[in-house]
């Protein structure tokens, strides 16, 4: 009878190391997920920096009217939690940067 308990207790053992693993497997793909969503977070916030940069770069009538715009513009997509959907924005946003610096660049504003 102590021979079957013992047998008993390392099966129940090997079980749980089994579901620690399982559990520790979900904690690293959770990881990862945040991982994933945290560098996302920092290239939009990246683009929000380079962006205020840039408008600071324009005459000075219309620095805060940008200002503004680009506030508004993040504050209105905060919310978005689909990441394909933010990669999306952050793409337009790119370009939308491009093309102004480009039309900064044009006016002769460096």
Do not use: W
Not at 22 to 31: K, N, R
Not at 66 to 94: A, C, F, T
């Amino acid at each position: 009878m102590i021979a079957g308990s013992k047998a008993k207790s390392e099966i129940n053992k090997e079980h749980a190391s089994e579901a620690e693993i399982m559990v520790g497997a979900a904690s690293i793909a959770d990881a990862a997920l945040d991982l994933r969503s945290f560098l996302l977070r920092s290239r939009v916030l990246s683009l929000y920096r380079s962006a205020l940069r840039t408008a600071c770069r324009a005459p000075d009538n219309a620095q805060g009217e940008l200002k503004r715009m680009v506030r508004e513009e993040m504050e209105r997509n905060r919310p978005m939690k689909d990441p394909q959907s933010i990669r999306y924005l952050l793409s337009e946003g790119l370009q939308r940067l491009k093309e102004l610096n480009t039309m900064l660049e044009n006016q002769g504003n460096k």
